[in-house]
């Protein structure tokens, strides 16, 4: 039974009605005893029972008028109200329950019965408070869980971008010079390296784009494209893709189109051929001798749509119904362990079922161990109209024969390996290009020539991460001068969020590093016309660098031999995000030339400077020297003679070093960026390192103080 610690009042005009209350309750409750309704108004205003006894017949104000003013005024609306009256018909106790009565007790009473029936209230009413509480509980509970979620959901997303960019950098430089080398004149044995070095990059690359295609379709940040295409040309791509590697393993390949339709049709032709792509691909690695066979009919057609079945099937190793179960489990193979014969993440039918699904369509699967298997699904399409626009139409002719173009294009890349890809590839193409190592540089060359009615440039490629002025807010100020040049990202960091943001911006689109001649060709293809053809076989390697490893050696050698110092020298300024670049290009630089070592000591010293605080130990700092004076020593007798004799004239023809020093002057002295077009030059003068740097970070009086200085230890003043 309760004890004293409750609060009852009892409101009762009957003043022996509430003394019998008073004395009944006195022993177990705090009692406050009200003979009308506005005395127990008045007592609610200085405290709050845990229950009110109320009588229903009182002059001025009857209980039901009191029960309404209670549960309309949310001070009082939880307190728990029992009618204790004479009024014993049905129809008075249903209209006391009816306004909120919590229970209904007629006199004459039981003294026992009413304790009894007090104290349970009172026990239902601390239960609500308990429950209350709980879900109170259990609610922050998990919504803390779903904050700790969401935070390891964004930890995980920001770690898959960082590794994005990290592998896709370097990866940039290996299948960029890999295809440039291809198109030079080479052995037929360092063809065939340079083959398997491409090819291996780009199953690299693959396997990459997979692991974040699943990461973002389980986050739900695949989004469906909705444009006009040809389903003809999605399907003759496919057969061009993989028509070569089913002759090479001695495989029919058969497509078998039943019917087609001559309107182009809506929806997202990149998700469709990555589905169709997968299945066949996996057709094709799961079958040793026989068939792959694609086959594709209009099941349906009205005047708006069309449904269209696929399928592929084969004459592989086909799967149990055990298999066929876990197939679309995400990183889940049919063969495990370390005899499987056939490589790959596992991710590839998984991402197939998701884009399907998303598609509108349902995937199905038919197989017999030893014998093969039947992949098959039916998507249905929006028909084009007759007034509607047609695909954009880009033939595989657009891929196999290179084009050329003219135009001039500005490569906003800070990253040396890459800017050297970017240039090549696209002067083998036709275009002529300009170098901005960062945004600000790009923007003051478009700001520069807008002024002087130069012609401008007809497309920038943008990339986002640079010092000084980052991708993103170089192109939100370049459109702030209405130039109308558009403005494309070259980015390793392509997470759908990424993209969201970079076309947010003002960009137009965004091609990914590493990007193959194929997608760069297919970029270019949206802004310019190509203005001749040429086939595969013609020579255009004449007028180019022959040889771009050489061109790599060096330039690393001469931009990185004092690179430890330089970081050294920036630790003890005080310019940790100087150190930081600075350790991250060499180790950006190492991974091109593929000195592992050197580049996890150089990532190590990133690391360590990263968020602007030093955190580097001493054996870090011993580790990166080692490495480095290592490399160097190793590249230095292969740095080229025609790099070696500029250094000689740099360093002995004081005349050139003159010129050179005396147009730097000109330029600091106007504090014009112009003058980071000279950086390359100073490179071959021995003791510029400190002028580099505080040019490329743009800090242009303490430039000119160092300029004086050289000039003056080499006798120049």
């Known amino acids: 039974m309760q004890l004293t610690q409750k609060k009852i009042i009892i409101v009762d005009d009957n003043e022996a009605n509430l003394s019998v209350g008073r004395n009944l309750l006195k022993p177990y409750y705090e009692v406050y005893p009200a003979p009308s309704a506005a005395k127990l108004f008045n007592i609610l205003e200085k405290l709050v029972p845990d229950l009110i006894l109320l009588d229903v017949n009182m002059p001025e104000m009857n209980g039901y008028e009191t029960i309404r003013r209670l549960k309309a005024d949310k001070r009082f609306e939880q307190i728990p109200v029992v009618f204790l009256t004479a009024k014993n018909d049905e129809e008075s106790e249903m209209e006391g329950f009816d306004l909120g009565a919590a229970d ?59 590794m994005s960019h990290e592998l896709r950098t370097p990866m940039n430089s290996i299948v960029g010079f890999s295809e440039l080398a291809l198109d030079d004149d080479v052995s037929l044995k360092t063809r065939n390296y340079l083959s398997k070095i491409l090819e291996n990059s780009e199953w690299l690359l693959h396997i990459i784009n997979d692991i974040l295609e699943i990461t973002n379709i389980e986050s739900g940040k695949i989004d469906l494209n909705r444009v006009a295409f040809d389903l003809n040309e999605i399907v003759n791509v496919c057969r061009k893709m993989f028509m070569p590697k089913a002759t090479e393993n001695g495989l029919m390949l058969n497509f078998c189109i039943y019917s087609s339709i001559d309107k182009g049709l809506m929806g997202d032709p990149v998700r469709l051929r990555q589905a169709l792509v997968n299945l066949l691909s996996n057709a094709i690695k799961f079958t040793n001798t026989g068939f ?33 179960g876990i197939i679309f489990d995400p990183f889940t193979q049919v063969e495990a362990g370390t005899t499987r014969s056939h490589g790959g993440t596992g991710l590839g039918l998984t991402i197939t ?54 135009g001039e294009i500005l490569i906003c890349e800070d990253n040396e390996m890459n800017q050297h890809v970017a240039k090549e590839t696209l002067a083998k193409v036709g275009f002529s290009t300009v170098i901005a190592g960062n945004g600000k540089i790009g923007y003051e060359l478009v700001k520069d020539r807008m002024q002087s009615g130069e012609k401008l440039f007809d497309l920038i490629f943008m990339d986002i991460h640079m010092p000084v002025m980052d991708g993103i807010e170089a192109t939100v100020k370049i459109n702030e001068l209405n130039s109308g040049i558009p403005i494309v990202a070259m980015t390793a960091n392509i997470m759908p969020d990424d ?94 030339l ?105 800090d242009f009086k303490p430039a000119m103080e160092t300029l004086e200085k050289i000039m003056e230890e080499m006798g120049l003043r």
Not at 135 to 152: C, M, P, S, T, W
């Open 594 to 698: 593929q000195k592992t070592c050197l580049q996890i000591a150089a990532q190590e010293v990133e690391t360590s400077l990263k968020d602007g605080v030093n955190k580097t130990e001493p054996w870090q700092i011993g580790a990166l020297e080692q490495e480095l004076q290592t490399v160097i020593d190793e590249l230095t007798p292969l740095v080229s003679e025609a790099s070696a004799n500029e250094i000689s004239e740099y360093s002995y023809d004081s005349t050139a070093v003159f010129e050179l020093f005396d147009k730097l002057e000109v330029l600091l002295g106007d504090s014009d960026p112009e003058c980071l077009s000279l950086v390359d030059d100073l490179r071959f003068i021995k003791g510029s390192d400190e002028l580099i740097r505080q040019i490329e970070d743009y």
């Open 292 to 324: 792959v066979e694609f086959l594709m009919e209009i099941k349906d057609i009205s005047n708006n749509t069309a449904t269209v079945y696929f399928e592929i099937s084969d004459s592989g190793v086909g799967m149990t119904p055990e298999q066929i």
């Open 353 to 406: 079922k998701n884009i399907i699904e998303m598609m509108g369509g349902s995937i199905t699967v038919e197989s017999t161990p030893g014998v093969g298997s039947k992949f098959s699904f039916k998507l249905t399409f929006d028909l084009i109209g007759e007034d509607e626009g047609k695909p954009k139409k880009r033939t595989m002719a657009d891929i196999t024969r290179k084009p050329r173009y003219a």
């Open 104 to 162: 209904y007790v007629t006199k004459p009473f039981s003294g026992p019965l009413l304790l009894r029936r007090i104290s349970n209230q009172l026990l239902i009413e601390q239960q609500k408070r308990d429950l209350l509480a709980s879900q109170a509980a259990l609610q922050d509970y998990a919504d803390n869980l779903e904050i700790k979620v969401r935070e390891k959901t964004a930890a995980k997303t920001i770690f898959l971008a960082n």
């Open 499 to 592: 993209v969201k943001l970079y076309l947010a911006s003002g960009m137009k689109s965004c091609i990914g590093k590493p990007f193959t001649f194929q997608e760069l060709v297919l970029c270019l293809n949206e802004y310019f016309e190509p203005v001749s053809w040429q086939d595969e076989n013609e020579d255009e390697s004449n007028n180019m660098e022959s040889d771009l490893r050489q061109k790599l050696i060096n330039r690393f050698v001469n931009k990185n031999s004092g690179a430890l110092n330089e970081i050294k020298d920036a630790i003890r300024d005080g310019d940790i995000k100087l150190a930081y670049r600075i350790a991250h290009n060499l180790k950006s630089s190492a991974g091109q």
